[in-house]
Nanobody, 123 residues
């Protein structure tokens, strides 16, 4: 599945952004979807995961209560609503797809990745 992420930008601490990831090429409901991020000089880390149906979600502790992942299967799109942004949320954000066999936050389970969208939070 091909993934195209967008919605990043520059925002002040405390502000909000919504990231969008549009999928194409394969049946969207065959995939669980996640967002990962990579800050400068750091490794890629899990942010949020949503099951193929949208009925189950999982969040990293660092974003729980501030970020919300959702999906619209009719539009083959997954979203990440980010509220109360902090300086440490600054990173390139990637959407990724994992086959329905694997509901996991382990990035090695994800075979398809978007190109990334940069989120910069100013303090």
């Amino acid at each position: 599945v091909q993934l195209q992420a967008s919605g990043g930008g520059l925002v002040q601490a405390g502000g909000s952004l919504r990231l969008v990831c549009a999928a194409s090429g394969r049946t969207f409901t065959n995939y669980h979807m996640s967002w990962f991020r990579q800050a400068p000089g750091k490794g890629r880390e899990f942010v949020a995961l949503i099951s193929w149906s949208g009925g189950e979600t999982t969040y990293a502790a660092a974003v729980k209560g501030r970020f919300t992942i959702s999906r619209d299967n009719a539009k083959s799109t997954v979203y990440l609503q980010m509220n109360s942004l902090k300086f440490e949320d600054t990173a390139v954000y990637y959407c990724a797809a994992a086959r329905r066999d694997f509901y996991s936050s382990d990035y090695s389970r994800y075979g398809d990745w978007g190109q990334g969208t940069l989120v910069t939070v100013s303090s």
